[in-house]
């Protein structure tokens, strides 16, 4: 497999890892960067575009982006937050105080940060939408807002994997007048300069590698990684919090449809660039090439803040979310304990850690089995770790 690419001094293990997913973990085209104090340190792609691979055909290039499913919820987190920033967004008042309809059914005491910390208790819809319901942004936000919680809000948390497309999506257009993709564009990649679009324009479609299921890979012995029986009994369980969170929106959408990839649902539809996402994350944390920076300090540290942690009532495995954002644990490991982002069911990864001044990028268009910790993002995760020690120990 021909790596294309740089890496800087001292990052050679990750141009390694990069090209060892393609030979030991099924890797079929995928892209990665990876940024320090704002600047490039690692730009690396290979493979195909289309998921058979087939070699020669829509080769994978340095601008091609991908649809990255759960990443779309930490650049969702960041409008809220720069809400609150600017004054725009109190945090801690009621949701109901900027969208009156949604203190229906028990639900007027749930606190706006209730929603980043998947602590609202809607994950599920006694109703779920079809694709075309769901991509209307008044049907989507009316469905939740009539909804009642399956926990009281605030007092536990699970994973809101489909309905925080309209908790967030709605707040931001209740407090902005603006619909949310066109927030995003205007006032988050727009000013870093980031390939990534929520609701992907149609002059975009092009850049867009076909998505398919890879085989989880194999383990020394020979055996395929499988999820754990609990993990697997929950999404078997068709009334289970698991299966009906995931199925919010259904049938399944197929997301090689142009109609799925231009609905604007910032739970899932994100579409990026590696570098798009990690040039996003390091404006989250520092300034971008001695330019935009978009989290204050200040900020930065709400973002990071331990919310909710413990089992987790979808996942049925233990998490740690800050505001909008998955924190470092077993579960979803990230670089450091410091570090924050969202991880794609299936692959897609993207975080940033204040300490080391890395903020990471990964895209794929192989889409695997987990949905906080994929192989080869890990595989990736390590290889950063490991290039930051040997640059640590060159300096003394």
């Known amino acids: 497999m021909d790596v294309h690419g740089t890496?800087?001094?001292?990052?050679?293990?990750?141009?390694?890892?990069?090209?060892?997913?393609?030979?030991?973990?099924?890797?079929?085209?995928?892209?990665?960067?990876?940024?320090?104090?704002?600047?490039?340190?690692?730009?690396?792609?290979?493979?195909?575009?289309?998921?058979?691979?087939?070699?020669g055909t829509a080769p994978w290039e340095a601008g091609t982006a991908q649809i990255v499913r759960s990443v779309t919820k930490g650049v969702a987190a960041a409008a809220l937050l720069l809400l609150h920033q600017r004054g725009e967004l109190d945090l801690d008042a009621p949701v109901g105080a900027y969208w009156p309809e949604f203190k229906a059914a028990g639900?007027?005491?749930?606190?706006?940060?209730?929603?980043?910390?998947?602590?609202?208790?809607?994950?599920?819809?006694?109703?779920?939408?079809?694709?075309?319901?769901?991509?209307d942004p008044d049907l989507g936000a009316a469905a939740v807002a009539v909804q009642a919680p399956v926990w009281e809000p605030g007092t536990d948390h699970g994973y809101h994997a489909h309905t925080y497309s309209w908790l967030i999506g709605e707040l931001v257009r209740r407090i902005t007048?603006?619909?949310?993709?066109?927030?995003?564009?205007?006032?988050?990649?727009?000013?870093?300069?980031?390939?990534?679009?929520?609701?992907?324009?149609?002059?975009?479609?092009?850049?867009?590698?076909?998505?398919?299921?890879?085989?989880?890979?194999?383990?020394?012995?020979?055996?395929?990684?499988?999820?754990?029986?609990?993990?697997?009994?929950?999404?078997?369980?068709?009334?289970?919090?698991?299966?009906?969170?995931?199925?919010?929106?259904?049938?399944?959408?197929?997301?090689?449809?142009?109609?799925?990839?231009?609905a604007v649902l910032p739970a899932s539809t994100g579409v990026a660039t590696a570098d798009g996402l990690a040039r996003f994350y390091a404006a989250l944390i520092g300034e971008v090439?001695?330019?935009?920076?978009?989290?204050?300090?200040?900020?930065?540290?709400?973002?990071?803040?331990?919310?909710?942690?413990?089992?987790?009532?979808?996942?049925?495995?233990?998490?740690?979310?800050?505001?909008?954002?998955?924190?470092?644990?077993?579960?979803?490991?990230?670089?450091?304990?410091?570090?924050?982002?969202?991880?794609?069911?299936?692959?897609?990864?993207?975080?940033?850690?204040?300490e080391s001044g890395i903020a990471f990028g990964y895209v794929t268009n192989g889409f695997g089995t987990s949905v906080t910790a994929d192989p080869r993002a890990q595989a990736l995760v390590r290889a950063v770790r490991s290039a930051l020690g040997r640059t640590a120990a060159a300096l003394g």
């Open 7 to 55: 890496v800087a001094e001292g990052f050679e293990p990750v141009r390694e890892a990069f090209a060892e997913n393609f030979t030991r973990r099924g890797e079929r085209g995928a892209g990665l960067a990876v940024y320090r104090d704002g600047h490039r340190v690692a730009h690396l792609w290979a493979g195909s575009r289309d998921i058979d691979g087939t070699p």
């Open 107 to 135: 639900k007027d005491r749930t606190r706006v940060w209730h929603l980043l910390a998947h602590r609202a208790g809607v994950p599920v819809l006694d109703r779920p939408l079809t694709l075309a319901e769901a991509a």
């Open 177 to 262: 007048g603006r619909p949310v993709d066109r927030w995003i564009a205007e006032e988050l990649a727009g000013p870093v300069g980031a390939d990534l679009w929520l609701g992907l324009p149609e002059a975009e479609r092009g850049r867009v590698g076909r998505v398919g299921p890879v085989e989880p890979p194999e383990t020394a012995g020979g055996l395929r990684m499988r999820p754990k029986r609990a993990v697997a009994e929950a999404y078997a369980d068709a009334d289970s919090l698991t299966r009906r969170a995931f199925a919010a929106i259904s049938p399944p959408p197929d997301e090689n449809d142009p109609a799925y990839r231009a």
């Open 289 to 354: 090439d001695g330019g935009t920076r978009l989290f204050t300090p200040g900020t930065m540290e709400l973002a990071r803040a331990e919310r909710s942690a413990g089992p987790d009532r979808v996942l049925v495995v233990t998490t740690r979310f800050g505001l909008g954002y998955m924190l470092h644990s077993a579960a979803s490991p990230l670089l450091s304990p410091g570090s924050f982002g969202h991880p794609g069911r299936g692959g897609a990864l993207a975080f940033a850690d204040p």
